[in-house]
């Protein structure tokens, strides 16, 4: 047995691979490395609770009492730089080394950036507690905010700043906003939240550069439209942290590319969480999930996949939820373009809907807002369904 | 105590959630009845939303489960326990006692 496990990354999934460490009896040693200074926080408050000044550092601890009891070697704010496959030893920024058994990777991702943004105050992007910090920080004193891309975060972002009382803008290039996670159909349901709340939404339009010096003044788009902003937040999307693993032999792809069972192509080192690309036996790829719940659950099976016992692979249907506006959508499955999607209870007039994707007649994914029972029941159908049918 | 409702009306595997000062959250398991505080000790979840398996109930919102008996969580993200509450069951009708921890709990 491993008697020295490294984990990379001090968040969700890190955190969550340590405790599976323990709880399936590995007593060795585990060192949990993580660049970030702060001990392992949660993600999604910094978009919601956190930035609205609800939630406080403290109620958004990911640690729980027991932790103690795990017997972790932290290191804190100290970046791995890179993976020697042959001694299993995490190479860190200081230049020390961490000799290992076997390596768990939960490095995550962090924001894309707008280029040409660069050293311009007021930009912001929203990934870490300290970018929820320094944006908490320039919305109080901020009037006009245009936040670029209308996807969860962005939308998140947009809600929580008109609770705050700013104008807010939100920019989307693509026609209809979260189509590619919800369909068309229902993604124009979730964006019709923004309207109903004084949000203005432009659509089908991109961003031809920021307008500033110092600190920017304005959003330019393609058309020439000059959008005054005192703070701009650009929500397009993650990119996972793996660079670091250039040199490590490591196969990587869009993010580290691992078997349905988190074991990445050299033996002793797994993968999970926002930073893994597992294989998925029904669309025949690598797929890089980005959910919280997936990030909990999925280290459970890492860690056996690790110690070599035997273990269920991860819960076959993804879970993600979104809070905008006071509205609480919940989607679970996977959806394909030609799926059919029907509202079976409520309305999407009333913001209060339970909407199912089928196809060829089965259920596949379903989606509720302001609907967490009948949702919750659904989820549960689905991830019955699909184990009997694998 | 506060009625909650006939008997009848909360049947197997069903919940309801009763207003009071702290909403609670009250269960029927197997003609059992539990009572909980009915918001996740994490977020703002109604637990009466929440899946039943058992005596236990699993959050609507990121499935933390809560012991009906005890009020115990089992699992992340939640950290902290529910209180648990007293419930009458007298001519038929289910009634809770806020505030009185039922009995067996932590
Ligand atoms: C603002 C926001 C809101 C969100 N809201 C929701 C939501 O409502 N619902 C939902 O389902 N999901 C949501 N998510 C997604 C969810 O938070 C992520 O899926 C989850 O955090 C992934 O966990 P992880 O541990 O894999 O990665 P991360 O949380 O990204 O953690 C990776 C850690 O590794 C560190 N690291 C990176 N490189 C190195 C290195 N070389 N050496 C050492 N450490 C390193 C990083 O700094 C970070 O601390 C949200 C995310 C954000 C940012
Ligand atoms: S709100 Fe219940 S587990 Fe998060």
Redesign the interface.
């Known amino acids: 047995m491993s008697r020295t496990v490294a984990v990379v990354g001090a968040s969700l999934a890190g955190l ?1 691979a340590a ?1 599976a460490l323990r709880e399936q009896c590995y007593d060795g040693r585990i060192v949990v490395i993580g660049d970030e200074a702060h001990a392992p926080y ?1 993600r999604p ?1 910094l978009s919601k ?1 956190f930035l609205a000044r609800r939630a406080s550092l403290d109620d958004i601890a ?1 640690g ?2 027991d932790d103690a009891d795990l017997g972790l070697e932290w290191r804190l704010g100290t970046t791995a730089v890179g993976l020697d496959r042959l001694s299993h030893s995490v190479l860190l920024a200081d230049g020390s080394e961490v000799r290992a058994d076997g390596v768990v990777l939960a490095t995550g991702a962090r924001a894309r950036r707008l280029s040409g943004s660069e050293g311009l105050g007021g930009v912001h992007v929203l990934r870490s507690l300290d970018d929820a910090v320094a944006l908490r920080e320039d919305l109080a004193a901020a009037g006009r905010l245009v936040v670029i891309g209308a996807g969860f975060i962005g939308a998140e972002v947009a809600s929580t700043a008109r609770t705050l009382g700013l104008e807010v803008t939100v920019i989307e290039s693509q026609p209809v906003p979260l189509a590619g996670p919800l369909g068309a159909d229902m993604g124009a349901v979730c964006a019709q939240l923004h309207a109903d709340h004084g949000t203005r939404l432009l659509v089908g339009t991109g961003v031809a550069g920021l307008v500033g010096t110092g600190r920017v003044e304005a959003v330019e788009l393609t058309d020439g439209t000059r959008l005054p902003a005192d703070v701009v937040v650009v929500g397009i999307g993650a990119i996972p942290n793996i660079e670091w693993l250039a040199d490590s032999g490591v196969a990587l792809g869009n993010g580290v590319l691992t078997d349905a069972r988190c074991a990445t192509n050299v033996p002793g080192v797994v993968a999970v969480g926002d930073c893994a690309a597992a294989w998925s036996a029904t669309r025949e790829r690598h797929v890089r999930i980005e959910h ?2 997936h990030a ?1 659950e999925q280290p459970a099976t890492a860690v056996a996949t690790l110690l070599g016992t035997d273990r269920p692979t991860p819960t076959p249907v993804p879970y993600f ?1 979104s809070d905008q506006y006071g509205a ?1 959508i ?1 989607f679970a499955g996977s959806r394909r373009e030609d799926d059919v999607v029907r509202v079976l209870e409520g309305s999407c007039a009333d913001r209060s809907f339970l909407a199912v994707y089928e196809r060829h007649g089965h259920p596949v994914a379903v989606l509720g807002m302001n609907q ?2 009948l ?3 659904w989820r ?1 159908q689905l991830r019955a369904a699909v184990l009997t049918h694998s | 105590m506060i009625p909650v409702c006939p008997t009848t009306a909360l049947p197997p595997g069903e919940a309801i959630r009763v207003e009071a000062t702290e909403p609670i959250a009250v269960f029927n398991v197997d003609g059992d009845f539990y009572a909980i505080d009915d918001t996740c000790t994490h977020q703002d979840a109604s637990l009466a939303d929440g899946w039943l398996d058992g005596c236990a109930v699993e959050c609507p919102l990121h499935a933390s489960c809560f012991d009906l008996r005890t009020g115990k969580v089992s699992g992340p993200p939640a950290k902290t326990p529910v209180r648990t509450h007293k419930v009458v069951v007298q001519g038929g009708t289910v009634y809770v006692q806020p505030g009185t921890a039922a009995d067996g709990a932590a």
């Open positions: 969550s405790r949660d408050p609770e990911l729980a009492p919280w719940t909990l939820w609480r919940q967490p029972r949702f919750t029941r549960r």
